[in-house]
T-cell receptor, first 112, second 109 residues
């Protein structure tokens, strides 16, 4: 089946630790996105990538990093510089930058 | 700049009641407008969209009309079901996607 997968479903981070969230899509979409969702707030854009080996910062990129070495994959690393990482993280993809986005099931990150 | 404003929730309705969730937007140019739905613990799913003024998007009994004169894209459904309980997000695409804060809907039998 075509779709977007995110793993793990839940992730725990210790203080000072970097953690990486996985996002994979087999929809052959060019563009991929990472959003952060906090209770009572809308989605905020962290990073996006319109083509392989290229990505841009979104509205809240500080404390996060990404890579786009393959079209199918867009992993997000939450670094120790992100002081408030507890949130629900959503990955999305779209055929092109101005087209409908399709979302993965999300990863909930919790700090120990 | 671009932004989306949704009515605040939570909204609680009885089964078969009429639903309206208000959404207004601010944008330069002519954005595309969307409604997404999020069920508990899941990602967002596209519910419907409209790409130009006066377009009506519809899906699963939900409808929304792109009203440029009032900069609105209100979501409506004539008869809600328990299975419609979810959080609904209004969004626009200008140079990037902008999402509203979401409106939680609970439908009780």
């Amino acid at each position: 089946d075509g779709g977007i997968t995110q793993s793990p479903k839940y992730l725990f981070r210790k203080e000072g630790q970097n953690v990486t969230l996985s996002c994979e899509q087999n929809l052959n979409h060019d563009a991929m996105y990472w959003y952060r969702q906090d209770p009572g707030q809308g989605l905020r854009l962290i990073y996006y990538s319109q083509i392989v080996n290229d990505f841009q910062k979104g509205d809240i990129a500080e404390g996060y990093s990404v890579s786009r070495e393959k079209k199918e994959s867009f992993p997000l690393t939450v670094t120790s510089a992100q002081k408030n990482p507890t949130a629900f993280y959503l990955c999305a993809s779209s055929p092109g930058a101005s087209e409908t986005q399709y979302f993965g099931p999300g990863t909930r990150l919790l700090v120990l | 700049g671009n932004s989306v404003t949704q009515m605040e929730g939570p909204v609680t309705l009885s089964e078969e009641a009429f639903l309206t969730i208000n959404c207004t937007y601010t944008a330069t140019g002519y954005p595309s407008l969307f409604w997404y739905v999020q069920y508990p613990g899941e990602g967002l799913q596209l519910l419907l969209k409209a790409t130009k003024a006066d377009d009506k998007g519809s899906n699963k009994g939900f409808e929304a009309t792109y009203r440029k004169e009032t900069t609105s894209f209100h979501l409506e459904k004539g008869s809600v079901q328990v299975s419609d309980s979810a959080v609904y997000f209004c969004a626009l695409f200008g140079n990037q996607f902008y999402f509203g804060t979401g409106t939680s809907l609970t439908v009780i039998p």
